[in-house]
Structure formats: structure tokens, C-alpha cells
């Protein structure tokens, strides 16, 4: 589903992505942490063709993308969930879960929002998919939060995606509504064997919907395992070394005590 091989990214002379080897599977729900600057979002930017990686093997969902023109096929595979959501907040529930399918309809179509009854039957069944059918005729802005995010997924899921990279998806919502939509994330991707990519800066939420966990820090990959094996040497790895920078204070993960105090007596 996604090959990554030896990925190198740099930004002028900041060498963001140094060797990323990762290959995710169907239905695989993979859980990215790392510091703030590790270079997670770098990542997800190169997965979803945002980004061109400097060096390196990179397909999605059997694309190429070293590739040109696989941007625009890329886009029929690949789907997003962002942390703002990124609703449009005049348009009805249904309206926003439809715009998933912007990219399988002509642009005419599109334009005047016209889209064949089909499209509309799975954005409903997308919505149902989220526990939010019954709201398919209100207003995007009447929802709460979470309700948001989780029209965001239905959007995604309308795509008919083969991946989902979700880019903090619920840094925005509280812990008991962050869980819930994570849940939700986790189950419809599951059930229809969508690959998910997500960055989190929460262990614990990792632990419990991750299937797997890959650490980043300074641009490489220092754990992928399990979250049964996410330690406390592990944790180490990915948040203690190297000391985060004096000027850019990380978020702390929540849930996360370092086994050893630094600079401690
Ligand atoms: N478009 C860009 N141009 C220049 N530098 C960039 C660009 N995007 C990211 N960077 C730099 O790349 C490094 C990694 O950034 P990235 O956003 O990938 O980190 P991250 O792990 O996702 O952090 P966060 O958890 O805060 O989102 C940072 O030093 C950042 O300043």
C-alpha cells in the first residue's frame, strides 16, 4: 500500500527526512510520534505527492511518485484528515461529506455541486459510517468538535481512498471527544481496509488505536514495533535524544513520564 524506501527530504540545509524505510499494509492503522521538528508532517506531506522527496523509493497505493503525472491519480487513492478539519461551514453535513468525491466528477459538475445520485448515496453511507446520518441536512458550522472531525472522515472515506494520512487529528478536542473520534477513525478504516497514517502527539492514544508505532526523531525512524513494545527505552528514543531545542518548547505527550529525571542530582 505504501513503500517508502531511503527517503531523503531537506530544506535548504536542514536535512528534515534522513533515510525513511516504511512500508504500510492494507487496513494497517500505523501511529506516527515524534517532537515537534521530527518530521512527521515532512512525511505525510511526501506520501500524499505534496512534497517531492530529495532522494529515494517512494509508491502509494501502487503509484509511482517520482512520477509527475501520478499526482492527479494519486489523488483518487490518497485521503486526508486535518486537525482544523477544514469544513466549509455554510455547506450542509451531506454537502461537505460530497466534496470528497470532487475529484471523481467532472469539473463542470462539480462546479455547480452536481453529483450523481450514487456519489450522494455514499456520502449518506459515509455519514452512517460515523454515527452522523441523522445530521446530514444541517449546517457544517452547527456541529461541535468532534461532530466536525468526524464529518472530516466521512469526507475522506467518500474518497473511496486506499490510504487515509490524518495529520493531528484530534490536537483540537478534548481528551474524551479526541478518543471517541479516534475510535471512529480507526473502526471505518478497519472495516473497509483503508492503510492509516496518523501523526499524534498522545502516547497513550497511540498505545490503545495504533496497530503499530513508528517513532520519528531528527528525521529517522528510531522505533517500529508494536505498542506492546513501546517502552520506556523506546519512548527515550523518540522524545529524550536529542534534547528537544531551547527555543521551540515541544508539546509534551501526554501520558508520558521519562523513566530517568534529566539533569537530575
Ligand atoms: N515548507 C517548509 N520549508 C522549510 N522548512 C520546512 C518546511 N516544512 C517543514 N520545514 C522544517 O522541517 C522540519 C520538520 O517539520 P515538520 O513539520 O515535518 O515536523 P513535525 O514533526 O510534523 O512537527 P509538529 O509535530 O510540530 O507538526 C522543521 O525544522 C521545519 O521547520
Known amino acids: 500500500?505504501?513503500?517508502?524506501?531511503q527517503l531523503h527530504k531537506r530544506y535548504g540545509s536542514n536535512h528534515v527526512l534522513r533515510g525513511i524505510d516504511?512500508?504500510?499494509?492494507?487496513?494497517?492503522f500505523v501511529v506516527m510520534l515524534g517532537l515537534s521538528g521530527a518530521g512527521k508532517s515532512t512525511l505525510l506531506r511526501c506520501l500524499n505527492g505534496l512534497t517531492t522527496p530529495d532522494e529515494g523509493q517512494l509508491s502509494v497505493?501502487?503509484?509511482?511518485?517520482?512520477?509527475?503525472?501520478?499526482?492527479?491519480?494519486?489523488?483518487?487513492h490518497v485521503?486526508?484528515?486535518?486537525?482544523?478539519?477544514?469544513?466549509?461551514?455554510?455547506?450542509?453535513?451531506l454537502k461537505n461529506a460530497l466534496t470528497g468525491r470532487l475529484g471523481a466528477v467532472g469539473v463542470l459538475p462539480s462546479m455547480l455541486q452536481l453529483f450523481p445520485r450514487r456519489d450522494v448515496d455514499l456520502a449518506r453511507q459515509c455519514l452512517e459510517r460515523v454515527g452522523l446520518a441523522h445530521k446530514a441536512d444541517a449546517r457544517a458550522e452547527s456541529l461541535?468538535?468532534?461532530?466536525m472531525q468526524r464529518?472530516?472522515?466521512?469526507?475522506?472515506l467518500a474518497q473511496q481512498p486506499q490510504v487515509i494520512l490524518a495529520d493531528e487529528p484530534v490536537a483540537s478536542l478534548d481528551p474524551?471527544?479526541?478518543?471517541?473520534?479516534?475510535?471512529?477513525?480507526?473502526?471505518?478504516?478497519?472495516?473497509?481496509g483503508?492503510?492509516?497514517?496518523?501523526?499524534?502527539?498522545q502516547v497513550e492514544f497511540a498505545r490503545e488505536f495504533g496497530d503499530r508505532i513508528v517513532g520519528l526523531a531528527q528525521g529517522r525512524i528510531v522505533y517500529d514495533g508494536a505498542p506492546s513494545g513501546l517502552d520506556d527505552a523506546a519512548l527515550e528514543a523518540i522524545y529524550q535524544t536529542p534534547q528537544p531545542p531551547l527555543t521551540e518548547a515541544p508539546r509534551p505527550p501526554m501520558g508520558y513520564q521519562p523513566a530517568l529525571a534529566v539533569g537530575g542530582a
Request: hydrophobic share 45%.
Open 1 to 5: 500500500m505504501i513503500r517508502a524506501s
Open 22 to 28: 516504511l512500508d504500510v499494509r492494507p487496513g494497517e
Open 61 to 76: 497505493g501502487g503509484i509511482d511518485l517520482r512520477q509527475r503525472h501520478s499526482r492527479r491519480a494519486l489523488a483518487r
Open 79 to 93: 485521503a486526508m484528515v486535518f486537525q482544523h478539519h477544514n469544513l466549509v461551514p455554510r455547506l450542509s453535513v
Open 144 to 147: 461541535s468538535g468532534g461532530q
Open 151 to 156: 464529518v472530516g472522515i466521512a469526507r475522506a
Open 176 to 192: 474524551k471527544t479526541a478518543a471517541s473520534v479516534m475510535q471512529c477513525l480507526r473502526e471505518a478504516t478497519r472495516q473497509l
Open 194 to 201: 483503508i492503510a492509516v497514517v496518523c501523526n499524534l502527539h
